[in-house]
T-cell receptor, first 116, second 114 residues
């Protein structure tokens, strides 16, 4: 079984400032890691994913995340945010054993609010 | 670009009524998932289909819930005798056999039980 903890439920930040959204996970098996974004009254859109290889992963809209196995973390970063980045962000994990559903386990989300 | 679609987008019902939601996945995706998202929380897994076979069900899926995917294409989720606690966003996602579990989500169906 896996679990995900998103340490900050709300993050306000001024436009053009950098931001980091924190995510820690626990799992007894190796995992895939994901960040999704959700705009109001919409479904989830994949920002980026870590499968294997380089621990620094780049995604859409200028976001990146770094996988840290020793700290079981997968923090999301953006060097300069825009008003349009205001949304809810979800960290998620799944196991990758063959034959399983590989359902996603999500954190409780972080509301990023970009202020003018 | 035909993504995952869900209908209806919104459903308001009275307690005790039955409701049914539909999900149309991306056409070449043979894996399909249902999740439930309550206010202020992340989505929680409900059930999983591989083609037409329902292979996994969460303990969240009580006896009042049933899901089908009769021809391995679209799926339906039915809730019988709805309760106020069923009020939530119901999300459908699909993925291909070859993907590294990259799931594509639909816009969701928001259920309000009065």
């Amino acid at each position: 079984a896996q679990s995900v903890t998103q340490l900050d439920s709300q993050v306000p930040v001024f436009e053009e400032a950098p931001v980091e959204l924190r995510c820690n996970y626990s799992s007894s098996v190796s995992v895939y890691l994901f960040w999704y974004v959700q705009y109001p009254n919409q479904g989830l859109q994949l920002l980026l994913k870590y499968l294997s290889g380089s621990t620094l992963v780049k995604g859409i809209n200028g976001f990146e995340a770094e996988f840290n196995k020793s700290q079981t973390s997968f923090h999301l970063r953006k060097p300069s945010v825009h008003i349009s980045d205001t949304a809810e962000y979800f960290c998620a994990v799944s196991g990758f054993s063959s034959g399983s559903a590989r359902q996603l386990t999500f954190g409780s989300g972080t509301q990023l609010t970009v202020l003018p | 670009d035909t993504g995952v679609s869900q209908n209806p987008r919104h459903k308001i019902t009275k307690r005790g009524q039955n409701v049914t939601f539909r999900c149309d996945p991306i056409s070449e995706h043979n894996r399909l998932y249902w999740y439930r998202q309550t206010l202020g929380q992340g989505p929680e897994f409900l059930t999983y289909f591989q083609n037409e076979a329902q292979l996994e069900k969460s303990r969240l899926l009580s006896d009042r819930f049933s899901a089908e995917r009769p021809k391995g294409s679209f799926s339906t989720l039915e809730i019988q005798r709805t309760e106020q606690g069923d009020s939530a966003m119901y999300l459908c996602a699909s993925r291909s056999r070859a993907s590294y579990n990259e799931q594509f989500f639909g816009p969701g169906t928001r259920l309000t039980v009065l």
